[in-house]
């Protein structure tokens, strides 16, 4: 069974919003700080938002701050990413990992999200 699986990726225009999802099928993902990631092409991996394993700690990255909210609902083992007022520099592949303390032990394959102008 994979550990984590990315959702809800799509093409849409700017101005419009996205919602992902990463499924967990990991015993540990209620106890582990969960992050999400994006890639756009020709760029590296960078981070966009972080969610404590209670819920209670976000963080952003300074371009999706105010835009996008991380959340989770660790009864059905799955954590979130509300994206609204979608850009066309958010195109990216997006990626959920769930935090070991020392790096991260899962990693989804990615959802891909265009954006167009």
């Known amino acids: 069974q994979v550990p984590l699986v990315e959702s809800g990726g799509g093409l849409v225009q700017a101005g419009d919003s996205l919602r992902l999802s990463c499924a967990a099928s990991?015993?540990?993902?209620?106890?582990?700080?969960m992050d999400w990631f994006r890639q756009a092409p020709g760029k590296e991996r960078e981070f966009v938002a972080s969610i404590s394993w209670s819920g209670d700690i976000t963080s952003y990255a300074d371009s999706v701050k105010g835009r996008f909210t991380i959340s989770r609902d660790n009864a059905k083992g799955t954590l979130y990413l509300q994206m609204n007022s979608l850009k066309p520099e958010d195109t990216a592949v997006y990626y959920c990992?769930?935090?070991?303390?020392?790096?991260?032990?899962?990693w989804g394959k990615g959802t891909q999200v265009t954006v167009s102008s």
């Open positions: 990992a769930q935090d070991s303390g020392d790096g991260y032990t899962y």
């Open positions: 990991s015993r540990t993902f209620s106890r582990r700080r």
